[in-house]
């Protein structure tokens, strides 16, 4: 399995408190990913980076910011946490040196269950 | 981004095959397309991809008609641990934004 950790992996918060989300990479791959998941809805993407300090909107990117400072890091960040973003977060690796990376392999990581109260 | 279609689930047998079709009209021509796997509780899994035709590898089977506005992932004499949801996924080359959708969640009973 690719070397991808996320951390934590179950987080229980109050609504309007600021989280942030690690992902960590083993594999020095350019693209990380991050996406959440609800039922009826599938995997969404929300911010993804090319390199570090590269970073993009996806498709669901209102009330979360992200960093990279480092290629083995990504962070997503919920400046101020609603009940809404209660959900599994997932980040994801790829390959690739250009637009077409989104069409290699993503792996992804274990997930994190968040849940805001 | 081209937007796809796919059954909201399927139930088999142990044995089966299993063909799950995925509708993609507005395909562009640069577009590939790719599945997923994903049990419950862990991220997707990689499964096949492919542009046109038909791709065979060690799990499943993809296959591509010509006007490529379809695609029918195949997967052979299916186990219970084929239990899983299944994502069709096309994306424009030059937009990062590729989205899983919803999935096709695929039942196998004993």
């Known amino acids: 399995d690719a070397g991808i950790t996320q951390s934590p992996r179950h987080k229980v918060t109050e609504t309007g408190t600021p989280v942030t989300l690690r992902c960590h990479q083993t594999?020095?791959?350019?693209?990380m990913y991050w996406y959440r998941q609800d039922p009826g809805h599938g995997l969404r993407l929300i911010h993804y980076?090319?390199?570090?300090?590269?970073?993009d909107k996806g498709e669901v990117s209102d009330g979360y910011s992200v960093s990279r400072s480092k290629t083995e890091d990504f962070l997503l960040t919920l400046e101020s946490a609603t009940s809404s973003q209660t959900s599994v977060y997932f980040c994801?690796?790829?390959?690739?040196?250009?637009?077409?990376?989104?069409?290699?392999?993503?792996?992804f990581g274990p997930g994190t269950r968040l849940t805001v109260l | 981004l081209a937007k796809t279609t796919q059954p909201i689930s399927m139930d088999s047998y142990e044995g089966q095959e299993v063909n799950i079709t995925c509708s993609h009209n507005?395909?562009?021509?640069?577009?590939?397309i790719t599945w997923y796997q994903q049990f419950p509780s862990q991220g997707p899994r990689f499964i096949i991809q492919?542009?046109?035709t038909k791709v065979t590898n060690e799990v499943a089977s993809l296959f591509i008609p010509a006007d490529r506005k379809s695609s029918t992932l195949s997967l052979p004499r299916v186990s219970l641990s084929d239990t899983a949801v299944y994502y069709c996924?096309?994306?424009?080359?030059?937009?990062?934004?590729?989205?899983f959708g919803a999935g096709t969640t695929v039942t196998v009973r004993a």
């Open positions: 994801a690796i790829s390959e690739g040196t250009s637009g077409r990376a989104l069409y290699n392999e993503q792996f």
């Open positions: 594999e020095n791959h350019r693209y």
């Open positions: 980076s090319y390199g570090v300090k590269d970073t």
């Open positions: 507005n395909i562009a021509t640069n577009d590939y």
């Open positions: 492919g542009y046109k």
């Open positions: 996924l096309v994306g424009i080359s030059n937009d990062y934004k590729l989205s």
